[in-house]
């Protein structure tokens, strides 16, 4: 079976657009899945977000960044399309930044980049909880090595996308 076939079946295919629509719904939410899954999430994801709003998704792969920064201020250089505003906290990214309708996907989270954006998706939810038309569309590829314990606490269950019962039968006979 192809990939696109692959993402095409009914449960991978059910599992990206419940993605996006979280997204839509709660702005920041995680997608957990096995590593070989998760390294192909981030281009789907992206080819199922252009295809709903026709605005190109941001793609951030933290393996390519190098070094660990600041997710505000990672955020902040990819999303402001040229504009020099000066960002340094989560309220100044949300004042400034949040309603941009571009999708973000994050990837390839490691030990202590995790540490940053669990710290990031906090603040974000703590400063959001009484207003959501300030939420970002920003979906993190978790990696493998994060307990459902610290994902739930970062996101709360609902806006965290299990790789769970995804695929059966039925999707490889497809």
């Known amino acids: 079976m192809n990939l696109?076939?692959?993402?095409d079946?009914?449960?991978?295919?059910?599992?990206?657009?419940?993605?996006?629509?979280?997204?839509?719904k709660f702005g920041v939410v995680a997608v957990h899945a096995p590593d070989r899954i998760a390294n192909l999430v981030p281009d789907i994801l992206a080819k199922k977000a252009f295809s709903r709003n026709r605005v190109q998704p941001v793609s951030i792969h933290m393996k390519d960044i190098g070094v660990a920064r600041s997710p505000v201020s990672l955020l902040a250089s990819r999303l402001q399309g040229g504009r020099r505003i000066r960002i340094r906290t989560t309220k100044d990214f949300l004042d400034t930044l949040a309603d941009s309708p571009r999708t973000v996907i994050v990837s390839g989270l490691n030990r202590e980049t995790w540490d940053l954006w669990s710290g990031f998706v906090s603040s974000v939810r703590s400063e959001t909880k009484n207003d959501v038309s300030k939420i970002p569309k920003i979906v993190v590829v978790m990696p493998a090595n994060v307990s459902q314990k610290q994902m739930l606490q970062t996101f709360g269950n609902q806006a965290l996308q299990r790789w769970q019962g995804i695929v059966d039968r039925l999707d490889m006979e497809s």
Do not use: H, K, M, V
Request: proline share 10%; aromatic share 16%; glycine share 4%.
């Open 9 to 24: 079946s009914p449960g991978p295919s059910r599992f990206i657009d419940t993605a996006l629509d979280n997204i839509d």
């Open 4 to 7: 696109e076939a692959f993402w």
